[in-house]
C-alpha cells in the first residue's frame, strides 16, 4: 500500500487524517499527499485539534478534514477495500 493509499484509506473511512497517525506509519510528507489530492479535485480544511488524555490537553494535532470530494471517491474507496480490508475493518 502506497502513502497515497493510507492516507485516502483514512479518509474513506473517517472523513480526515491527522498529522500525527501518518507519522507513526512513516508518513512525514503528508502536506505533499495532501497539494497532490487538491490537485485531483479534493478539497479540505485544516485546523489543529487538541490532544486530550485523561481530562487534561497534552498537545495538538494537524488534521485535514474533507469538505469537498471528486465525484469517483466513493468507487476508490471500494477499490481500496477491497485492496486493504484490514484498513477498513
Do not use: H
Not at 60 to 70: A, F
Not at 74 to 82: H, I, M, P, W
Request: overall charge positive.
Amino acid at each position: 500500500m502506497t502513502q497515497r493509499e493510507f492516507v485516502l484509506s483514512r479518509l474513506c473511512k473517517y472523513g480526515k487524517v491527522t498529522r500525527n497517525e501518518c507519522l507513526s506509519n512513516y508518513i512525514s510528507r503528508l502536506s505533499a499527499i495532501i497539494y497532490d489530492l487538491k490537485i485531483d479535485g479534493f478539497d479540505f480544511e485544516a485546523f489543529y485539534e487538541p490532544i486530550i488524555k485523561n481530562g487534561v490537553k497534552i498537545g495538538e494535532d494537524y488534521v485535514y478534514r474533507l469538505i469537498k470530494k471528486p465525484k469517483d471517491f466513493d468507487k476508490k474507496c471500494k477499490e481500496l477495500a477491497n485492496k486493504a480490508p484490514l484498513l477498513f475493518a
